[in-house]
């Protein structure tokens, strides 16, 4: 926090006094003896029949292409830097002992948990089915938890919120995309991997908007603004740091590649900024000055970037396609 910033200091009152609704909604978090693991969608390599069990497992995972292979890699790599979250979302939580009582540091160790067995799952899934350069694919993860992560939300505590409500129903629309493109390739397997993880991601994006549209019904100047702020400034990519020691682009030649693909758009991105101005009801609320141009500002945003949803499209057919490490050089 800004030292003397009491607008930040206001906001983190109003962080605080939603402990409350945190506590109440603390179930949405799955019971530990009652969560999927992720051996579960995982060769059993304990019993008799390991061999045939992975030969069966690898299998279905040839048909899986280059390109989805790169979303693969790429999600997965956002996934496993995880440790650079919990600390950015700590803004939120403020447990200082890392064991702390208070609801929103349970939520916060409780949702980092559910997020971890993410990057464990499509880890194992990479490198049992052999189908890509797994140490490439190591170097890249041990590069952007090293880059580190900034979304771009300091230091106002009311950005965190926005930011992690719309970054989660980004993830599980990447998520679930690929879930369903990998399963018209024929990997049952692989499309169950990714439809459960975005069932998980849709349960955590459930929350942090639920958590934002109380902080619009106690504050909605501040938080339409917070939304302005965060929406002009373009949402930050959690792999936007992403580097395998080659490519210093890598992080958008994967974009390219998801945008190709169908996996996450423009047209997705301008899809959740109306998915949240609904949500929010931000059309609808009673506010002044400069939080009235930033309503309006919001209520025509997703609009403007669906109308160059389709241009963007056909641009990004034209540029050629990008070696990358993590396909042994192949291009997607």
């Not at 992720?38 to 497992?57: C, H, K, V």
Request: net charge negative; aromatic share 8%.
């Amino acid at each position: 926090m800004v030292p003397g910033d009491s607008l930040c200091l206001a906001h983190l009152e109003t962080i605080r006094a939603l402990e409350p609704a945190v506590a109440e909604n603390l179930p949405m978090l799955l019971p530990i003896d009652k969560a999927w693991q992720p051996t579960d969608y995982l060769p059993n390599l304990q019993a008799e029949d390991w061999r045939e069990q992975i030969e069966s497992f690898r299998q279905p995972a040839q048909s899986v292409s280059d390109e989805l292979l790169v979303i693969l890699v790429g999600d997965m790599v956002t996934e496993e830097a995880l440790p650079s979250y919990s600390v950015s979302l700590n803004e939120l939580a403020r447990d200082t002992t890392g064991d702390g009582p208070a609801p929103w540091a349970r939520w916060l160790r409780g949702w980092t948990a559910e997020e971890n067995r993410h990057g464990d799952l499509l880890n194992a899934y990479l490198r049992l089915t052999g189908r890509v350069d797994m140490r490439a694919v190591e170097v890249t993860i041990h590069h952007l938890i090293a880059n580190g992560f900034n979304p771009k939300s300091y230091p106002d505590p009311y950005n965190g919120l926005v930011y992690t409500s719309f970054q989660e129903r980004a993830t599980r629309i990447s998520h679930g995309n690929a879930g369903k493109i990998v399963g018209r390739q024929g990997d049952a397997n692989l499309s169950r991997i990714c439809l459960k993880i975005a069932g998980d991601e849709a349960r955590h994006e459930a929350f942090y908007t639920r958590m934002m549209g109380l902080v619009m019904d106690r504050d909605p100047e501040g938080g339409i603004l917070a939304f302005r702020n965060m929406i002009r400034g373009l949402i930050a990519m959690p792999g936007r740091l992403m580097y395998d020691g080659k490519d210093p682009d890598l992080f958008d030649h994967f974009a390219i590649v998801a945008q190709r693909l169908d996996v996450y758009t423009v047209r997705d991105y301008a899809s959740i900024i109306q998915h949240l101005v609904r949500t929010w009801n931000i059309a609808s609320r009673i506010v002044t000055g400069k939080a009235a141009q930033a309503q309006n500002y919001l209520c025509s945003k997703a609009e403007s970037y669906a109308r160059f949803a389709d241009e963007i499209a056909a641009t990004l057919e034209t540029q050629p396609r990008t070696a990358f490490t993590w396909i042994h050089n192949r291009k997607a």
